[in-house]
């Protein structure tokens, strides 16, 4: 019997993104449900678009340990609504001060201050929640799966913290020990949380969660750095968020630091070593290595 043909990379992205959005569909209260407005203003961050890196990580993830992990997509769902929470504050004008996210107007620019800062702590809150309610895990994975979005989120090597840094390091010069402080916490912990999630759910052993840890510690660092990149070598347009605003806030990054030329380098270093730690997976694990090359040959 003739095996059907894998789906490409951008039709594989294009499937996960339809689960994933299916199930946060189901997830957040509609605009008709009371209080409407707070609904609608985290509907409206949610569902503006976005690649959806950090769920589809997760679901490669438990899919290269398990071959049915039932559900998994719920669990992955609470990534971005971390991530949405995330991005909603970092536009806020005490933070970034950004008019444009995702090519459209930010959170706060279209329904407050206030509503904005209320959208982003219900994401947040909603995450958790999610993770109360999975229903083909036991409670011990259950907890380790609330353990790593809490710290991953938090303020010890997790996105709050490297944010702290962030603003704490503008303006001041730049160092290669200030910059991979902060890109470890704020992007990294996340995107590592990710895949650790993923092959928790899946009851990954800890030698495969090991070999995942590593994997994704180095594609958190590869798309960070070439995050700062694009910021750089892109347009408004073409990010769907404002370009240039790294170097306007004189923000600690990898051109900064390294130059581009160098910055390209070390990203590419990374998506190797990110290939590497797969080794014992196989061809299981072929979709982790595409990812892993989508987030180095990005251009947006």
Do not use: W
């Not at 170097?247 to 030329?261: C, D, M, N, R, S």
Request: include cysteine; aromatic fraction near 4%.
């Amino acid at each position: 019997m003739t095996q059907p043909a894998l789906l490409s990379l951008r039709e594989y992205l294009a499937e996960q993104i339809q689960a994933i959005d299916h199930v946060l569909d189901e997830e957040l209260p509609t605009e008709s449900v009371d209080p409407a407005s707070i609904h609608r203003a985290m509907r409206y961050s949610l569902f503006a678009g976005g690649k959806r890196i950090r769920p589809i990580l997760a679901m490669a993830a438990a899919r290269t340990v398990s071959d049915d992990p039932v559900g998994v997509e719920h669990a992955a769902a609470t990534l971005e609504l971390v991530h949405t929470y995330s991005l909603i504050h970092d536009d806020l004008p005490a933070m970034d001060n950004d008019d444009l996210r995702r090519g459209r107007p930010t959170c706060h620019k279209v329904f407050g201050d206030a509503m904005a800062i209320l959208a982003g702590d219900a994401l947040l809150t909603l995450s958790f929640e999610v993770l109360s309610r999975l229903r083909n895990v036991d409670a011990e994975r259950k907890i380790r799966l609330v353990g790593e979005l809490s710290q991953a989120s938090g303020t010890v090597g997790g996105m709050i913290g490297g944010q702290v840094k962030d603003i704490e390091g503008e303006r001041k010069p730049p160092s290669a020990a200030l910059l991979e402080s902060i890109h470890r916490a704020k992007t990294g912990a996340l995107l590592r949380a990710s895949v650790r999630m993923g092959a928790i759910y899946a009851g990954a052993t800890p030698g495969e969660l090991q070999a995942l840890t590593e994997y994704g510690e180095h594609i958190g660092l590869a798309f960070q750095i070439i995050d700062d990149v694009l910021d750089v070598e892109e347009s408004s347009e073409a990010l769907g968020k404002t370009a240039g605003k790294d170097e306007a806030q004189q923000k600690i990054t990898f051109p900064a630091v390294y130059g581009l030329q160098r910055s390209r380098e070390m990203a590419e270093e990374e998506r190797l070593a990110a290939h590497a730690a797969l080794e014992r997976f196989h061809d299981r694990a072929e979709r982790l290595r595409q990812i892993a090359d989508f987030v180095v040959q990005r251009k947006a």
